[in-house]
T-cell receptor, first 116, second 110 residues
Framework: DGGITQSPKYLFRKEGQNVTLSCEQN?????MYWYRQDPGQGLRLIYY???????QKGDIAEGYSVSREKKESFPLTVTSAQKNPTAFYLC???????????????FGPGTRLTVL | SQQGEEDPQALSIQEGENATMNCSYK?????LQWYRQNSGRGLVHLIL?????REKHSGRLRVTLDTSKKSSSLLITASRAADTASYFC??????????FGAGTILRVKS
């Protein structure tokens, strides 16, 4: 899990509520990522950020929002527009925001979100 | 979009045996990585092989890459119960994004 922390570990949400998942890293990495993992499946990219105050949509950005105000932090908000938010959410970071940085990503321990 | 596909989906072996997992992908890549995920945890990077490499070793891990067939294999030798986990391949073209496969679930019985 390295120097990446995610909180909370478990999160329960009622339908219609927005929730924010926290991701913090002390690795001085430029790039940060949010993935969604459903049971028995691989990871799908939600959003990523290569530099502070900039972020790009991934493959499944609808119903999610992010911000990158600080290098260390990349919170993910799951909005009420996300119709099926129950999943395991993983945050990752990578040294170097651009293509010259290493491609290896370092993952946090994850947050399991359940909609009640 | 999911690019990598792992095969088999699940693998069960005895401790001490070798485990081989395969990954196929669809487009050009700069490198391919393998990650391990213990149940309910984050992913841990295992090994990276570049597109101009054919084989790479790291401890009990051996990775091969065949860019003509767009496939890679991960061999874990002398498996241990602690190797029980899900294993994912991930491909990268420009470095800023990874595309993951669906994973292989490995169970090593002691």
């Amino acid at each position: 899990d390295g120097g990446i922390t995610q909180s909370p570990k478990y999160l329960f949400r009622k339908e219609g509520q927005n929730v924010t998942l926290s991701c913090e890293q002390n690795l001085n990495h430029d790039a940060m990522y949010w993935y969604r993992q459903d049971p028995g499946q691989g990871l799908r990219l939600i959003y990523y950020s290569q530099i502070v105050n900039d972020f790009q949509k991934g493959d499944i950005a609808e119903g999610y929002s992010v911000s990158r105000e600080k290098k260390e932090s990349f919170p993910l908000t799951v909005t009420s527009a996300q119709k099926n938010p129950t999943a395991f959410y993983l945050c990752a970071s990578r040294p170097g925001g651009g293509p010259r940085g290493t491609d290896t990503q370092y993952f946090g321990p994850g947050t399991r979100l359940t909609v009640l | 979009s999911q690019q990598g596909e792992e095969d088999p989906q699940a693998l069960s072996i005895q401790e001490g045996e070798n485990a081989t997992m395969n990954c196929s992908y669809k487009t050009s890549i700069n490198n391919l990585q393998w990650y391990r995920q213990n149940s309910g945890r984050g992913l841990v990077h295992l090994i990276l092989i570049r597109s101009n490499e054919r084989e790479k070793h790291s401890g009990r891990l051996r990775v091969t890459l065949d860019t003509s067939k767009k496939s890679s294999s991960l061999l874990i030798t002398a498996s241990r119960a602690a190797d029980t986990a899900s294993y994912f391949c991930a491909t990268s073209l420009y470095g800023n994004k990874l595309v993951f496969g669906a994973g292989t679930i490995l169970r090593v019985k002691s």
